[in-house]
């Protein structure tokens, strides 16, 4: 699960989230609009594109941040990934370039940032939720040591594809072995991503698309609502983006013609994947690190543990979760488009910044999130009746591996169900020591060696019990 909050506090109630998209017209985007008015700028300087990286000191901690600048399209595009808070990529509304300088905002979330490239480097000022800060994006070692370094591994090629829906379309990648015995939809995790999963400058996906090739499974994976190739209005609720999925199927089914096929969904794309499973009666699911308990539960446990990993007190857990407690009780009880004030409400009485508690509230409050707390990940499990594997990340701090792994078998009952926990990995499956968010980019892979052989080797048997005729 991934956050598209940044500088905000409760830092452990922000580290898992559903998409955050704020709706339009609201308070906050009318309070920014008027310093994001069209006027007659020079072209970006080129030296712009490319990956950076930052440090914000955020006062209560310091946020390792990342650009991902691109300048190769009909507009430039800019987005900003909070390392430190699950690789969340959160692409900028607002983008602005006059020469040297440069600005980027997301109205939604209250966050702007003005600065000026001199020397290799952009120096501004990072402007969120109250806090107001210097912020240095530097370019990171390994794209200084580009062109001396052997040419970077290539993940997931294949045939690119578009899957069309009521309004609009999403762009994907068919990744197939040769004689393909199985295919399956890849879905990720909350938060708009590409095709390719970058997190932290990985594309965890395209790697996971080569391993399941491996396997002999062909795979669709695509670029989420609003990202890369894809054009279509954000999603209201998590069925919506299960639709994408099924339609996806159908154009991987057309493309390849195989009949044994299923979902591949990872965190959040877990729960979507078996809603999916269940309209399209899919043969088989697979569940990386999945979201299998509701959304309250999971928050509650991620945060706790993020917490203590942290270092932090006993104290420090309990003052999170009563503030948590207050915000889930304010969604339940808020009528239909009230939560955003009544969220806001909640954190103003408890000491919140005026500023900070509207931009919380017009996240947690916005549509998609509300039905994301009404949802039952385990009814979904317990619906579909067809083999599911699950791999967990024994260091994985934002779904717990045993906590999660508990939730969908007591869900799954008597239905084929396997579960693996992979030692070593965290949520995205790359090793890591403790399973923070700002170890994800750290090793030297985008998929761990051990995961990759438990997943070619666990889909491989999964091949093998789903698709027998």
Known sequence: MK????????????????????????????????????????????????????????????????????????????????????????????????????????????????GVLEDGVITGTFDQGGLSASLVFERPQDAMDEA?????????????????????????????????????????????QDRDGNIAGHPVYAAMADALAEAGMASLRYDDRGVGGSQAPEPLAPAELADDAVRAMDVLKAQTGLSCVGYLGHSEGAFIGLMAANESEADFMISLAGQHQDMETLLYDQSEAMIRASGQSDEAVEANRDLQRLVFEAIANAEPGQAPAAIEAVLVENGMPERMARQQGAMWGQPYAVAMFASDPAAAAAAFDA?????????????????????????????PTRTVIVPGVDHIFEDSETGLPNEYGLAGHALSPTAQAILVEETRALIDQACTE
Not at 73 to 80: E, M
Not at 395 to 408: F, K, T
Request: aromatic content about 4%.
């Open 387 to 415: 083999p599911v594997l699950a791999l967990f990340g024994e260091n994985d701090l934002q779904v717990l591996p045993e906590n999660a792994q508990a939730a969908l078998m007591e869900a799954r009952g008597d239905h």
């Open 3 to 114: 956050t598209a909050g940044l500088a905000v506090l409760p830092l452990a109630l922000m580290m898992a989230s559903c998409d955050a998209q704020q709706p339009p017209g609201s308070s906050v985007e009318a309070e920014m609009q008027t310093d994001d008015q069209d006027v007659a700028a020079a072209p970006a300087d080129p030296g712009f594109a490319g990956s950076w990286t930052g440090e914000l000191d955020a006062g209560v901690q310091t946020l390792e941040l990342a650009l991902e600048i691109d300048l190769t399209g009909d507009a430039p595009s800019i987005i900003l990934i909070s390392v430190d808070q699950g690789g969340a990529r959160v692409p900028m509304s607002i983008v602005r370039f006059d020469g040297a300088n440069v600005h980027f905002s997301t109205p939604g979330m209250a966050l702007q940032y003005d």
């Open 148 to 192: 001396s370094a052997e040419p970077a591994a290539r993940y997931g090629e294949g045939e690119v594809v578009q899957v069309v829906l009521e309004e609009g379309l999403l762009e994907g990648v068919i990744t197939a072995p040769d004689a393909p015995r199985a295919g399956l939809v890849m879905i990720s995790g909350s938060g708009p």
